[in-house]
């Protein structure tokens, strides 16, 4: 079975960046690599995707690797409200979706 | 705009009884997804529904099903609930899938306890 792998936990101190990395097991061409984070007591929350390319918008950064077997989630500049679970996802054009376990990212003051 | 609600929030049933969740979409969106969210499985993918049918579904048994309407609002039902059902029950909408670039916008899903 294909898996996405992520680090249980990771920890940055605020204003630095963070780098939260995914690697899928297997990975074909038309899949999307895309990132949901999770705050308590809610729904996940879009932060961003990406095909082949490295990708930014106003949240954050996403490189991925040019075997396309790995990816990493850039925060910029960490805050506090960033603290919460994030989740790499490789979504595939026929529907399949293939969930990490996800990465508890705590910030520290 | 309004986002994906999802009703009820919280719900405790007994073991053999049967439950029914409800998902409204964004406005406009016509794909609605369900996802079992548990400590020890994380995110697990249920089912997809696009214009009333079902596209895709993961590794769940027969007890869990669903439906989506002409309006697309969806519906997810579990028969004969276990305990391991006990989860926090989640839906996605999307203008058209959870294909490929589609953004996923979620609910604050319906937690579930079995007892």
């Known amino acids: 079975d294909a898996k996405t792998t992520q680090p249980n936990s990771m920890e940055s101190n605020e204003e630095e960046p963070v780098h939260l990395p995914c690697n899928h097991s297997?990975?074909?061409?038309?899949?999307?690599i895309h990132w949901y984070r999770q705050l308590p007591s809610q729904g996940p929350e879009y932060v961003i995707h990406g095909l082949t390319s490295n990708v930014n918008n106003r949240m954050a950064s996403l490189a991925i690797a040019e075997d396309r077997k790995s990816s990493t989630l850039i925060l910029h500049r960490a805050t506090l409200r960033d603290a919460a679970v994030y989740y790499c996802i490789k979504m595939g054009s026929n529907y399949k979706l293939t969930f990490g376990k996800g990465t508890l990212l705590t910030v520290n003051p | 705009k309004a986002g994906v609600t999802q009703t009820p929030r919280y719900l405790i049933k007994t073991r053999g009884q049967q439950v029914t969740l409800s998902c409204s979409p964004i406005?406009?969106?016509?794909?609605v997804s369900w996802y079992q969210q548990t400590p020890g499985q994380g995110l697990q993918f249920l089912f997809e529904?696009?214009?009333?049918?079902?596209?895709n579904k993961g590794n769940f048994p027969g007890r869990f099903s669903g439906r989506q309407f002409s309006n697309s609002r969806s519906e997810m039902n579990v028969s004969t609930l276990e305990l391991g059902d006990s989860a926090l029950y989640l839906c996605?909408?999307?203008?058209?899938?959870?294909?490929?670039?589609?953004?996923?916008?979620f609910g604050a899903g319906s937690r579930l306890t079995v007892l």
């Open positions: 406005s406009g969106h016509r794909s």
């Open positions: 297997t990975i074909s061409g038309t899949d999307y």
């Open positions: 529904y696009f214009s009333e049918t079902q596209r």
């Open positions: 996605a909408s999307s203008p058209i899938g959870t294909a490929g670039a589609n953004v996923l916008t």
